[in-house]
């Protein structure tokens, strides 16, 4: 029996089941009888109640404090406790380590207007990106992508966050940007943060995407014209080759002289003139 498994405690089976054989038999008694079903597992140490993943004390402004490990989005409930998911930590998953300004998607749609936007357009003055990045609260700065990330380091710089993003709207292009912090205590929001969105001023983008979505349109429309045109003659041989057999159907029951038609008449007519006598 003591080749059974120990559970976190130390216990064979934790203490919650039988071991019987090397194996543990959750929810009995070391008789064997059985309890009510309260964990599982190899060992019997994990416990199916969840009322570890509830917080006691949600935050009243949170949407998704009162859930189960602050909702789906942020953690599962595992063994009673939280198993949180990636950006996401603390016992209930309550909080969000990249969130707000170090963000990516914060910042996407500025970065996108300045660094695709505005180099894209024929007029770069005339592109205004104010919507788009109004309200970040933090310093957008072009930098050349030859620029190694050590620099910006030695600079006194902490690269939080690096991102990369695609505008699939209206350009097929990537940009790399970093969110780098100075002076952070902690990742969250405060006034004492000093966040500054560097984006390369080099963007790679494909000239020829748009160029082969049209052509690609154009081959699809003349394949299908020519497979409708194909059909076509098919349907149209077959209704020929379905006349001409019936034709010759029809020819071979024919009850008259096939040499010569019934309905034919000669072209010239004779006729004798009375008066005339014929001289021997």
């Known amino acids: 029996n003591y080749e059974c498994p120990k559970g976190a ?7 919650m089941g039988n071991c019987h054989c090397g194996t543990c ?4 008694t ?12 190899e060992a019997c140490d994990c416990e199916l109640s969840t009322d570890q993943c509830f917080n006691p004390n949600p935050d009243p402004e949170s949407e998704t404090g009162a859930l189960s490990c602050s909702g789906p989005e942020q953690g599962e409930c595992q063994c009673n406790r939280c198993i949180c998911k990636p950006n996401y930590r603390g016992r209930y998953c309550e909080d969000c380590i990249f969130c707000g300004p170090l963000d990516c998607a914060t910042h ?42 050590e620099e910006l380091k030695e600079e006194g710089w902490t690269l939080e966050q690096p991102c990369l993003e695609f505008d699939d709207d209206e350009y ?7 969110i780098a912090s100075r002076n952070v205590t902690a990742l969250t929001l405060e006034e004492s943060l000093n966040i500054t969105v560097f984006y390369d001023v080099e963007i790679d983008c494909d000239e020829f995407a748009l ?38 159907e029809d020819m ?12 034919y008449k000669k072209a010239t007519t004779v006729h004798a003139n009375p008066l005339f006598a014929h001289c021997d």
Do not use: H
Request: charged share 20%; with cysteine.
């Open 9 to 15: 405690n130390g216990e064979i089976c934790s203490s």
């Open 25 to 28: 038999y959750c929810n009995q």
């Open 30 to 41: 070391t008789v064997g009888i059985p309890k009510t079903p309260t964990t599982e597992g």
């Open 108 to 149: 996407i749609d500025c970065v996108l207007c300045l660094a695709v936007k505005k180099q894209k357009a024929e007029y770069p003055e005339d592109v205004d990106c104010t919507d788009e990045c109004e309200g970040t609260g933090v310093s957008y700065v072009p930098v050349d992508p030859t620029v190694d990330v």
């Open 172 to 178: 097929d292009c990537r940009v790399n940007f970093y």
């Open 211 to 248: 160029i082969w979505i049209i052509l690609l349109i154009v081959g699809a429309i003349v394949l299908l014209g020519l497979l409708l045109l194909l059909l076509w003659k098919c349907w149209t041989m077959y209704q020929d080759k379905k006349l001409y057999a019936q034709f010759e």
């Open 252 to 263: 071979a029951a024919a009850k008259w002289n096939t040499t010569q038609s019934p309905i």
